[in-house]
């Protein structure tokens, strides 16, 4: 029997809002603005719009429940979210109870870490269908992390496990947002890397990124980055390949500690591709224990801004199938 989701994308700028069929994937799909300065109970009114908005797409059938994948720390039974980044005003918001009191959503809500929901999706419907175990990483405003072992989520104690961007590299090094010196975030996060990336090419005149950048290269993004570099500026390459170094290094770290040596990178920087993927593949190396260099793979996940949605709503049905365990 086939059976329908609703997979949620929370962003800071963007809601993206998806039906999902369990083995056909995602059949329809929205977005809305979030309003993330406007605090929790704008945000909290235009999830329950995009909720309203995928299930009146069921045409008829049922829509199951919800999944959501959120920026931030999501608690163990997945209903609650505590202080998201770039969120106005938000302590510890009970998103499943608001949206089931006051906004009208009777389906069953569950919540999850953004990184960990793109993993579930890539696990299902992407690149990591062909892996039973892999570690995740996407690329964004910050830098998420999840871990897929055996087909099954790891979340750790408290639900906060795969937290690789907050894993350092240099311990007299720059901070992150969470205030963490040294951790890969803090170099390769878009704010972060857009501010190094200022810095060393404002007194390159052979950079095209000058005619694209604005005074001062203030305008300067890591999209704008990999444009230029397909269109030959070695400089930007260069800035694209030192970020790259950098995710091989705490890359290293976690195979090292996990020993899972399939990488799958996600989120807007890595469609850079082999620009950031190939120095990360050779830095990699030099930083695991002889016993597990061989086998080592890093690949790009394909979804693109999908695997959230997609894995948002495998929340639910896993759900369902733990509610009724027989089910064949």
């Not at 202080?83 to 906004?103: A, D, M, Q, T």
């Amino acid at each position: 029997m086939s059976r329908l989701a609703a997979g949620i994308d929370l962003g800071g700028t963007s809601i993206k809002a998806g039906l999902v069929e369990e083995k056909d994937g995602l059949i329809f799909e929205t977005s809305f603005d979030t309003g993330a300065d406007n605090g929790p109970e704008h945000v909290l009114g235009q999830l329950a719009k995009a909720v309203k908005a995928v299930e009146a797409q069921g045409q008829g059938e049922e829509v199951l429940g919800v999944g959501i994948g959120a920026p931030g720390s999501i608690n163990l039974d997945r209903t609650t979210i505590t202080r998201p980044p770039n969120f106005l005003g938000w302590g510890n918001v009970n998103i499943s109870l608001e949206l089931n009191r006051h906004h009208g959503i009777t389906a069953p809500i569950l919540i999850e870490n953004d990184a960990n929901a793109a993993a579930l999706g890539s696990c299902f419907y992407g690149a990591g269908t062909e892996h039973d175990s892999f570690i995740m990483v996407t690329l964004g405003t910050g830098v998420g992390g999840a871990i897929i072992v055996n087909n099954t989520l790891f979340r750790g104690t408290s639900g906060g496990a795969g937290e690789i961007g907050h894993m350092t590299i240099d311990y007299e090094g720059p901070f992150d947002r969470a205030g963490v010196a040294g951790a890969i975030e803090a170099y390769v996060g878009q704010r972060f890397l857009s501010r190094h990336a200022r810095y060393q090419l404002m007194t390159l005149d052979r950079s095209i990124i000058h005619d694209r950048a604005g005074r001062d290269l203030l305008d300067i993004t890591p999209h704008m980055l990999y444009e230029a570099a397909k269109d030959g500026d070695t400089a930007a390459a260069d800035v694209l390949a030192w970020a790259g170094h950098k995710l091989g290094c705490v890359l290293g770290s976690a195979v090292n500690l996990l020993d899972i040596r399939t990488i799958i990178v996600g989120g807007g920087l890595s469609g850079a591709g082999d620009l950031i993927l190939e120095p990360a593949r050779h830095a990699i190396k030099r930083f695991v224990t002889p016993a597990f260099r061989e086998n080592i793979l890093i690949k790009e996940e394909t979804l693109g801004n999908d695997a959230g949605m997609l894995g948002a709503a495998r929340l639910v049905f896993e759900h369902l199938d733990e509610a009724s365990p027989n089910r064949t």
